[in-house]
């Protein structure tokens, strides 16, 4: 749709600047400090978030010709050569190469944004503008919480991004989930989220973890916000990054979500 795919673009633009803003002020102490991301410094995560701009303008621009996508030896050139700057040119190029990006979705018109299909490379058919940039929004809004946690641990997800992030992010429950961390253990929970309010009920299995309807009679209810329930499902709600507003009761062990979605 394209109301969707106006939402997200939205989305995408105001989180981006709003980075890029903080990001021109930093020098090499900051681009070289810890990040929320493990492993990874402030400008490596600027490294990801400026290659993943290319190689999503190429799947656009080459979908925008009729073309299939560019392939993973382009990804792995794009990633070396991002991998080999400066802390400094990470940053500069990380600003530059998202500007660019953004600029071709603003630039799609009403038809375009409806009716283009996008092969992204890693899945198994084309997909529409709003779940292309629906993925590069996910991609962003993490990264760019993973630039600022690590200097400031109440970090939040932007605001924005929350409620369009909540109809992406529970859909990949079946390829985050490590369900051998639940050592045989089942549960079924109740998520209650603020900001925006919502109740959902977690399955979880060996065999699988699932959203479900709120269950009548659950194991344990888990109350958060929005922000740090998203958070939690991709491995970034550590206890160090975990608001006081969290409450949990009965079989709603935080500790044990924690293992279980532990992150990309």
Known sequence: MSDSADAVIAALRSGHDELAAAVRGYGEKELTAPSGAADWDVSQVLSHLGSGAEI???????????????GSDFNQGVWARWNAMAPADRAEGFAAANDKLLERYESFDAQTRRELRIDMGFLP???DVATAAGFRLSEYAFHSWDVRAGADPAATLAPEAVPLLN????GMLGWIAKTDRLGGRTAVLRIETTDPDAVYGLRLSPEKV???????????????PAEAWLRLLVGRLSPAHTPSSVETSGAADLDLLRDVFRGF
Do not use: F, M, Q, Y
Request: hydrophobic share 40%; aromatic share 0%.
């Open 56 to 70: 999503h303008l190429a799947a656009l621009d080459l979908s925008l010709e009729g073309k299939p996508n560019a």
């Open 125 to 127: 058919a084309p997909v």
């Open 167 to 170: 109809t992406i992010t529970p």
């Open 210 to 224: 699932e959203l479900t309807d709120p269950p009548a009679e659950p194991d344990g209810v888990l109350r958060l």
